[in-house]
């Protein structure tokens, strides 16, 4: 069994992670500001954790890192006239910076293990374009990037990177949108497999590209998004 470590894993995805990596029988590794959804587990460490800090500082991290998960994110959905300067660099501090420093800070113990793996979350409108999604595709635009380069960079060294890139998920980051019965029934209309994901959808495809059976997949961008991204219905 091995170390994981989760960054922003005590709501939706992140929690729902959790859980499937600690019932696995893994170390759990958890880093946020709180504890939220988290549960009281043998295998689940929590450290408080400020990810938009200048220099945040990962205490405790374990010498040998068998993977690396960076669940932070933001929704900002406004439209592209409307949006600040200062969004554009809220949004990308917490999707990219943020996913940066937690690669940096867990390097040594991925390097350490020989046959790591990271995951990073993109969406489905960087490649599908969607209105009002202007800044969030922006950053998660520069994640897939960012996979890629990190995958062929340290392909070598046994690390693999890949990312997920999922729909509207039914998370506290997207209640608003999913707020009424009625929105909720437009979003499962959108998608063409008649529903809209859960957080357990997203943390599952996680779990597997962290685990060993994966071992054979990186810089990759994993469409979890009911059809969404790829599909077209007539």
Excluded at 114 to 121: D, E, K, Q, Y
Excluded at 131 to 146: D, Q
Excluded at 198 to 204: G, L, M, R, V
Aim: proline residues 4%; contains cysteine.
């Amino acid at each position: 069994m091995g170390n994981y470590v989760i960054v922003g894993g005590t709501t939706g995805i992140g929690a729902s992670l959790c859980i499937i990596m600690a019932e696995a029988n893994h170390q759990v590794f958890v880093y946020a500001r709180n504890r939220h959804e988290l549960p009281n587990h043998p295998n689940i460490h929590f450290q408080e954790l400020d990810i938009t800090a200048e220099n945040p500082v990962f205490e405790n991290l374990p010498d040998n890192i068998s993977g690396l998960a960076y669940c932070p994110g933001s929704i900002s959905l406004l439209p592209f006239h409307r949006i600040k300067k200062q969004q554009f660099q809220d949004d990308f501090n917490i999707n990219v910076l943020g996913a940066i420093a937690s690669i940096q800070a867990c390097y040594n113990g991925l390097k350490a293990n020989g046959n790591a793996s990271v995951v990073l979350f993109s969406t489905v409108a960087v490649q599908t374009g969607m209105s009002f999604h202007t800044s969030i595709a922006a950053s998660k635009g520069a994640i897939e990037g960012l996979t890629k380069s990190l995958a062929a960079e340290y392909a070598s060294a046994g690390i693999r990177f890949n990312a997920i890139a999922p729909s509207l998920t039914d998370t506290p980051l997207a209640a608003k949108l999913l707020a009424t019965d009625e929105k909720k029934e437009a979003s499962n209309k959108r998608h063409p497999l008649g529903r809209y994901g859960t957080s357990e959808d997203i943390a599952a495809a996680a779990a597997f590209l962290l685990q060993d059976n994966a071992t054979w997949i990186t810089g990759q961008i994993l469409g979890v998004d009911g059809g969404m991204g790829s599909l077209r219905m007539i």
